[in-house]
């Protein structure tokens, strides 16, 4: 599996597990064809090719012809619709996102300070009001914050290590990792210093991982 998360996106409730399975697949895969998906999933061609057109025809996924290389007819690739999944409230916050990871990087003198900045406002205004009795509650507090936003994360008893396993702005943090990554970081740690906690000791490590990134938000006793 590809280190990093997957694109935050709006489950079809109307797929089924093997449908779901090559819609998962096309969404680690920038490009796959039907002998790649069939390979990888252990399906048969035409099976494989039947879940394929069955994506593209739910608005799922796109077909395209692979460029040209040599002589035959170019090969028919498929590459999963992140935006026609996306839930409407993630693709208005990934479009303005998008658009702000674009502006530091270009015109900014320091782009990952910028970015924690503006992070660390966001953060601190999704949980005005919010107020956490333990580190504990604030720190689930921070996890719900990050799945209203379509971060699918998964954490352990204490919320103290979350796996970020989508990510609603995965083609652009791609590309300015430092700028979208510091931007993540700031939410987390405005919100936890709103909520009264100390925020010095999150951590966020980027593409860590396979299938997801790693948020720490309580380091190991004596790390």
């Known amino acids: 599996m590809i280190n990093g998360p997957a694109p935050s996106r709006r489950v079809a409730s109307t797929l089924s597990q093997a449908r779901g399975r090559v819609l998962e697949y096309l969404e680690v895969h920038e490009q796959a064809t039907v002998r790649g998906v069939a390979g990888a999933l252990s399906l048969h061609e035409n099976t494989a090719r039947g879940h394929l057109e069955g994506l593209v025809e739910a608005g799922l996924a796109r077909r395209e012809r692979a460029p040209v290389r040599g002589r035959g007819r170019p090969a028919i690739q498929y590459r999963a619709d992140v935006w026609a999944q996306a839930d409407p409230r993630i693709r208005d916050y990934a479009h303005l996102a998008s658009a702000l990871a674009t502006f530091l990087s270009t015109t900014s003198p320091d782009p990952q300070a910028d970015a924690r ?24 507090e921070v996890v719900a914050v990050l799945a209203d936003l379509g971060f699918d994360p998964k954490t352990d008893s204490g919320a103290a290590s979350v796996a970020l396993r989508r990510c609603p702005l995965l083609d652009v943090a791609r590309t300015h990792t430092d700028v979208v990554c510091q931007v993540h970081l700031g939410l987390v740690q405005g919100a936890m210093t709103e909520m009264g906690q100390d925020a010095s000791q999150a951590d966020l490590r980027p593409f860590s991982e396979p299938g997801a990134c790693r948020l720490i938000l309580k380091p190991p006793r004596g790390g």
């Not at 992070?119 to 504990?136: A, C, D, I, Y």
């Open 117 to 140: 900045t503006a992070g660390l406002t966001w953060g601190s205004s999704m949980v005005e009001g919010r107020e956490p009795q333990t580190p504990r509650q604030a720190r689930r």
